[in-house]
């Protein structure tokens, strides 16, 4: 009689493989990501140059209104432009558009044979990327605050707060263009939502401004959307002078909406995956 | 002339080409609203708070919005469509399809690509453009509107210029896809009046990325502030800047061994 060796996984080396799976793509994202690092300086250097527009017509028009725009002053501007460069490079995630490219490839195919759902491997992938971005970064942040003299004085629950909330903006957001990413299952020319969706975030999340100078009823607009928590909760939650309360009750709001919108996805993918037929791969 | 003739050719063939897929002149519709419709919020947000930015009244900044469109939607149209294709040809090995024909190489390159559609983006900046400056309301003479034609041209002609010569340095990183985003972030600045940018900023996006000259100089010229020296430093910028980029097209060539297409 034949017989095979495999014995069923027991259920705590489920849990290893699934750390170590994580920790795999993670290394071999820092790995590959070092290898480009003047391409990864080329995005960086693009990356930086809208804050740094922002930051300079703000700095501009507060100094030509007396120093500071409701209540803003050049030196808090340019804390929050500045700080908004890390936020923005720990918003880099797998992207919509791309996963028109992911199909169209074939690429998606092999995913699918995988015993884990796809979207694990974006996230620790992207993750282990932040480590090489951090790193191609610091100069850069260092660079920028000796020209813009940033007025940042944060305690260390607010450093604390940040580096759980960056992390939260992260998953916030790679959950929110995952989700986009299916509409590329029907269309090939999601092109459009995604500018939709890209102006929007650009409007609401404080990427442009802070949400503080936007009209009041953009403000409200803002409370009830997921993109506050990716862009300005982060930065303010450093730059501003948040209660412990406030604090506390903004991680636990943006805990919400990753539930939340992870939930969203998963309907969304199980019912793209039902539309899907492979092309090569 | 035969240089003019193929470039002809092969822009008429990528017309057709792309006259095909009439559904992307719809979505180039909606994606060009968008993108008039957050320029137009990014103004009135800053315009709320102040009435004036480095000396710019919220009509002219529109024109200056819609310049920086316009000549977006040309470069999105002509320029980078080729410049893509370049690197994506260096990086495959496909780049010695067009070596081996008899035409100027440096022509053939710059020629192959067209989106036809971006000249909705093109529109649109246009349509902005004469908004402000109905709204600006002191009147344009035909000299402003000659020296804004030829600023245009040859600020156009500045970005091709500059496109390629980074272009050209993919023989040696072959790497470069991101140079894309570097230069639509950098081309952002364009959106602003150069003078509120400080010292080291200005001049890199004068003469390193040469966005003031592609932007800044057409809109000085629609609202009467361009200075004859302005114009013809960025004529003779021009011809330098051309020389240079000829020379280094075919420094980078002799570089180029090929990879086996």
Redesign the interface.
């Known amino acids: 009689m034949i017989t095979t060796d495999a014995a069923p996984f027991p259920q705590a080396g489920r849990v290893r493989s699934f750390v170590d799976f994580y920790l795999t793509t993670m290394r071999t994202a820092v790995a590959t990501q070092f290898q480009?690092r003047?391409?990864?300086y080329?995005?960086m250097?693009?990356?930086?140059?809208?804050p740094?527009?922002y930051l300079?017509?703000w700095t501009?028009?507060a100094k030509?209104?007396g120093g500071s725009?409701?209540g803003i002053t050049a030196d808090e501007f340019a804390a929050y432009y500045i700080v908004w460069t890390l936020v923005r490079n720990m918003n880099v995630v797998f992207g919509a558009p791309f996963w028109e490219w992911r199909i169209r490839e074939g690429q998606f195919s092999g995913q699918l044979l995988r015993p884990l759902h796809p979207i694990h491997y974006d996230i620790a992938y992207f993750a282990g990327w932040k480590v090489v971005v951090v790193t191609l970064w610091i100069p850069l942040a260092i660079g920028l605050s000796l020209?813009f003299h940033p007025a940042l004085h944060p305690t260390a629950l607010e450093v604390c707060v940040f580096i759980v909330a960056i992390w939260g903006a992260y998953l916030l957001r790679t959950a929110i263009q995952e989700t986009i990413g299916m509409l590329n299952f029907w269309t090939t020319?999601g092109?459009?939502v995604f500018?939709?969706y890209m102006?929007t975030e650009?409007?609401l999340s404080g990427r442009?401004?802070p949400l503080q100078?936007?009209?009041g009823w953009v403000q409200t607009l803002a409370n009830f959307l997921p993109f506050k928590w990716t862009f300005w909760f982060p930065i303010e939650s450093l730059v501003g002078d948040m209660s412990t309360q406030s604090l506390l009750l903004g991680l636990g709001v943006q805990v919400l909406w990753i539930v939340g919108m992870f939930t969203v996805f998963r309907f969304a993918f199980r019912y793209a995956i039902r539309h899907y037929s492979a092309v090569g791969g | 002339m035969n240089a003019i003739r193929v470039g002809w050719l092969y822009l008429k063939m990528g017309v057709l080409n792309e006259l095909q897929y009439r559904v992307n002149f719809f979505v180039q519709v909606l994606q060009s609203l968008i993108q008039v419709g957050t320029g137009l919020v990014m103004l009135s947000l800053v315009y709320s708070h102040t009435t004036e930015l480095n000396g710019w009244s919220e009509s002219e900044l529109l024109t200056l919005i819609g310049v920086q469109i316009l000549l977006g939607g040309l470069i999105h149209a002509f320029i980078q469509p080729n410049m893509e294709r370049l690197l994506e040809d260096v990086q495959q090995g496909t780049l010695d399809y067009a070596l081996t024909k008899p035409e100027d190489s440096q022509v053939l390159v710059s020629v192959r690509q067209v989106r036809i559609w971006q000249i909705v983006e093109m529109i649109s900046g246009l349509i902005l453009l004469i908004f402000g400056l109905t709204r600006v309301g002191s009147s344009i003479g035909a000299l402003d509107a000659v020296a804004f034609a030829c600023s245009l041209t040859i600020g156009a002609f500045l970005i091709y210029c500059f496109w390629l010569i980074v272009t050209t340095g993919a023989f040696w990183l072959v790497r470069m896809e991101h140079v894309l985003e570097l230069f639509e972030g950098v081309y952002q600045t364009g959106r602003w009046p150069i003078g509120v940018y400080p010292g080291w900023l200005k001049y890199s996006v004068t003469f390193l990325v040469p966005v003031a000259f592609a932007v800044t100089v057409p809109a000085e010229a629609l609202t009467s502030r361009l200075h004859l020296g302005t114009f013809l430093l960025a004529v003779g910028f021009g011809i330098v800047l051309f020389a240079f980029t000829r020379w280094f097209w075919r420094y980078g060539l002799r570089h180029y061994s090929g990879a086996s297409a």
């Open positions: 480009y003047a391409a990864n080329f995005y250097l693009g990356m930086v140059a809208e740094v527009i300079v017509v501009t028009i030509s209104s725009v409701n020209v020319r092109a459009a500018d939709l102006a650009l409007l442009l401004v100078l936007m009209p």
